[in-house]
């Protein structure tokens, strides 16, 4: 799902001929690392939706030959096995474009923590927990206690603009709240310019 610079979401599921239970989801940053996200509700919806697709398209495919124990026409059949089948390669392949927005903003990630994941893909636990690692690195790196009353009192250098920027993406995608917006988009600007 949602491929950029060959990093995606994915998810692992319980598999009997079709995926059948979501275990996890998965950021993929390269061929040997990824990023536990929780389950992510669109890459399951997107799985589910090819592979169920895919198999009506099979049946009605092959069951357009059999017309004679096929309940369908074999020209009804057919036409709405193609079109399956065009849905399922929607999903597989298509539907996991990004727009030039998404990218954009997957961009200022990658430049940020080197990795072009958004907020969005973490569940609220793995959200939660991954803020707290930025917010520790921000401490860590840079000495600053309170991340809020440094975004808050515009007390904050381009060193740690990045960091900032992203904590706040977090903290947006947790709390949806009038303040959160406006920081991330006051921090979401300012980066964009040094970016």
């Known amino acids: ?35 536990e996200l929780g389950l992510n509700i669109k890459s ?11 198999a009506i398209a099979t049946i009605l ?13 074999s020209g009804i059949s057919f036409f709405i096995g193609l079109i399956s089948l065009i849905i ?15 990218n954009e903003v997957r961009d200022l990630f990658q430049k940020a ?10 569940n ?4 939660f927990d991954f803020q707290k690692k ?4 921000l401490k860590d790196k840079f000495g600053i206690n309170n991340w809020r009353n440094t975004i808050k009192n515009n007390d904050y250098n381009e060193a740690q603009l ?3 920027f992203t904590i706040c993406a977090f903290q947006h995608k947790m709390s949806k709240s009038k303040i959160s917006q406006e920081n991330y988009d006051k921090l979401l600007n300012e980066y964009k310019n040094i970016a």
């Open 1 to 35: 799902m949602k491929t950029y610079e060959k990093q995606y979401v994915t998810t692992r599921f319980i598999i009997i001929g079709l995926p059948l239970i979501p275990v996890e989801s998965l950021f993929v940053v390269d061929d040997m690392s990824y990023i």
């Open 44 to 54: 399951i919806f997107k799985t589910y939706l090819a592979w169920i697709t895919f």
């Open 61 to 73: 495919l092959v069951g357009s030959q059999f017309e004679n124990v096929f309940p369908l026409s």
């Open 88 to 102: 399922s390669i929607y999903f597989f392949f298509v539907f996991q474009k990004t727009t030039e927005q998404e």
């Open 113 to 122: 923590i080197g990795m072009s994941l958004l907020p969005e893909y973490f």
């Open 124 to 127: 609220y636990d793995k959200s």
């Open 134 to 137: 930025l917010i520790q690195t």
């Open 162 to 164: 990045p960091l900032l």
